[in-house]
């Protein structure tokens, strides 16, 4: 199975007007997409950021969790936030993976526009169960990732669609969905 590996991206992602921008780090979506990642056993959750005063606040969040008061009230959320890891680029997170795994990934991004092209969530799984090669999924904050990131992934999975059309989801809400149709157990033999 290809280990899969979330990158958050902070920067360079977009705003409501289109314009490029570096977004905020929030506590919320730290806490959980580190959640998720452990739920659903993943090596690690990028956090890409390449303002110091938000790698700052990421480390202080980590500390206070993952050795602080925290871990001792909660120590399964640092065992979850141990899977957190700080990045000022998404090149650097493919470069980790790539060290950490022997072989560079299959970066993959995800897009609420779609467009022609998509990978299916079934593809997906299919290479994520039948294959070795490592894969970094790649989720954007703001207004979604920048084209340029989009265009230079190997594939953009398809948007999430509700039964309504609407799929403004926040990151928290698509990632868990992404990770639960990729990675999910069968349930009375089947995938749902």
């Known amino acids: 199975m290809a280990p899969l590996y979330l990158a958050l991206v902070h920067y360079p992602v977009l705003n409501r007007k ?15 997409l580190a959640r998720c990642a452990c739920g659903y056993d993943l090596p690690g959750c990028f956090i890409v950021t390449p303002l110091k005063d938000q790698q700052a606040l990421v480390g202080r969040l980590l500390n ?24 000022e680029s998404v090149d650097e997170a493919v470069g980790q993976v790539t060290a950490e795994c022997g072989s560079a990934p299959v970066v993959w991004a ?4 779609g467009g022609l092209g998509v990978l299916s969530y079934s593809s997906a799984r299919s290479h994520l169960m039948n294959e070795e090669r490592p894969c970094v999924l790649l989720l954007g904050t703001g207004w979604g990732l920048v084209p340029s990131l989009i265009e230079s992934a190997h594939a953009v999975l398809e948007p999430i669609r509700g039964v309504n059309g609407y799929n403004h989801f926040s990151v928290r809400c698509a990632a868990a969905i992404i990770l639960d149709r990729l990675l999910s157990m069968p349930i009375c033999g089947e995938i749902v």
């Open 64 to 87: 206070h969790w993952c050795e602080g008061v925290g871990r001792e009230m909660l120590p399964e959320r640092a065992e979850a936030l141990r899977r957190l890891r700080l990045v």
């Open 110 to 113: 995800s897009s609420a526009r």
């Open 18 to 32: 289109g314009e490029v921008i570096a977004s905020a780090v929030t506590n919320l979506d730290l806490h959980d």
